[in-house]
């Protein structure tokens, strides 16, 4: 039963759609031609359009909903939250119960001694906030010049001014003059599309090491930090090779550099732990979180804040904050769902049960005649798609082979799958099961088959 009631027919909705509402990412007039499917409702990981269809959401969303859809715990907190409490502040010589215990919970989970919580709305904002942070923790110790933050081109950091220019997306950074001065930018750890003849393990260092190089052609008295995501997700599920993130940590280290480890799509279990950093052995001083923090029921975000950059924070006034800080709502739904991955043992049984069955069958998924390489990490994984496996090509741009099967066949075949260049991703809610896993990969294989028919 859909909370607004007395809606139009489909074609109707896409026809005041297309009229009325300016989609994200997408371009408008394409976008009406090709008609949007309208989602009505979810369950687990299905969801409903306004056909009737029934679609296995290998994204989870946007990457967000870890629980999976439909879970009434998490309705039933924020009404009673809106009944208490709506609203209230936490700028002037206030606080509340929600803000404080999600941002207790938060510094339970979070590894080492990240153990300060700023909240926002999301985590492009969160993002912005981490620039503010950085820059004023190397002011406040008597170093202003330290305000360059490395981050890696193809990286994706959110939207905002802040969030696209930490980003490494030229066609980001080419609409609104990004990025904003002081970010600068080193390759991404992407063997298979970069990795030349070199071994995985020989690229990944090569990789790190021009964090290395970056610092010293900037000079490291000015560099205040580097920011990464443990895995990259809308990059196209890139796995660094093992080499990587050691050679990163001993550098960012040896030259001071606080490390931001941008957690929104790794945070929450995604990985196999609660935190992407932990997956690949980094201390960040800096987590960004978002996204499963309340597996999208609501917005929240934050930065979770080591003890070393708290203290020196606490010293000054941060003359930053959003009227939706630590929102009490959005701070009880987060503390819920937090609740209910840890209760349900959410992280362990795709630790031990669904990832390495995930992975057994979408590692099989390499012997197709279009995939290249297979990559998986706990529940985000990718395919490359190519026309020849022994050089590593890629197919023409204008062919569009992994945008078309995902647009085209996958949404004809009722499961939702991402595509970024050549790579085909998913990234399903932690709660897909094993006969929910095989569906997922059927669909998946069935549209690679009639893509491949319709190439050769
Ligand atoms: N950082 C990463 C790694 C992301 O994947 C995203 C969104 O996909 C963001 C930041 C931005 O988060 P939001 O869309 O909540 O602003």
Redesign the pocket.
């Given at each position: 039963m859909n909370v607004i009631t007395n809606y139009p027919p489909t074609a109707e909705l896409q026809a005041l759609d297309s009229a009325h509402h300016l989609h994200p990412f997408s371009h408008a007039n394409a976008l009406a031609e090709s008609k949007p499917r309208v989602i009505t409702s979810a369950k687990g990981v299905w969801l409903k359009d306004s056909d009737g269809h029934e679609i296995i959401d290998g994204m989870a969303g946007?990457?967000c909903v870890n629980i999976g859809y439909g879970r009434d715990e998490l309705a039933e907190v924020a009404a009673r939250q809106m009944k208490e409490l709506p609203f209230y502040n936490t700028f002037f010589k206030t606080t509340h119960i929600p803000a404080i215990m999600l941002a207790k919970k938060l510094a339970e989970l979070a590894p080492g001694d990240l153990n300060q919580v700023f909240f926002a709305n999301?985590?492009?904002?969160?993002?912005d906030t981490n620039i503010r942070l950085v820059r004023t923790y190397w002011a406040e110790k008597g170093e202003p010049q330290r305000d360059v933050i490395i981050s890696r081109w193809n990286a994706?950091?959110?939207?905002?001014i802040g969030?696209a220019s930490l980003g490494g997306m030229k066609g980001m950074h080419g609409q609104g003059g990004l990025p904003i001065p002081g970010i600068e930018f080193i390759d991404q750890p992407h063997w298979w599309a970069e990795g030349g003849d070199m071994t995985p393990e020989e690229f990944g260092l090569e990789r790190a090491r021009q964090l290395e190089a970056k610092i010293k052609e900037i000079g490291p008295e000015r560099v205040a930090a580097f920011i990464a995501?443990p895995i990259q997700?809308?990059g196209g599920v890139i796995v660094p090779p093992e080499t990587y993130w050691p050679e990163i940590q001993r550098i960012v280290k040896k030259y001071d550099i606080l490390l931001i480890a941008?957690e929104?799509?790794c945070g929450f279990g995604r990985t196999g732990n609660w935190f992407g950093s932990q997956t690949v052995g980094i201390s960040p001083d800096i987590m960004?979180i978002?996204?499963g923090l309340s597996s999208g029921y609501i917005?929240i975000?934050g930065s979770i804040v080591s003890d070393r950059v708290a203290e020196v924070l606490r010293d000054t006034e941060f003359n930053h904050g959003y009227t939706y800080s630590g929102h009490p709502v959005a701070c009880a739904v987060a503390l819920e769902n937090l609740r209910i991955i840890e209760e349900e043992g959410m992280i362990e049984n795709v630790r031990d049960v669904t990832a390495p069955y995930l992975r057994e069958k979408w590692e099989a998924l390499a012997d197709h005649p279009l995939v290249g390489e297979a990559k998986i990490v706990g529940m985000m994984a990718s395919l490359a798609l190519t026309p020849d496996k022994s050089t590593r090509a890629v197919f023409a741009a204008e062919t569009g082979t992994a945008g078309f099967i995902c647009r085209d066949r996958c949404f004809a075949n009722n499961i939702i799958m991402r595509s970024v260049g050549d790579r085909m991703i998913i990234s399903p809610p932690l709660s897909i099961t094993c006969d929910e896993i095989d569906i997922l990969i059927a669909r998946a294989r069935k549209s690679l088959d009639e893509a491949y028919e319709k190439l050769k």
């Open positions: 946007l990457w999301g985590g492009s904002d969160a993002n994706y950091h959110g939207s905002t969030g995501e997700g809308a941008d929104v799509i960004t978002a996204k917005p975000g």
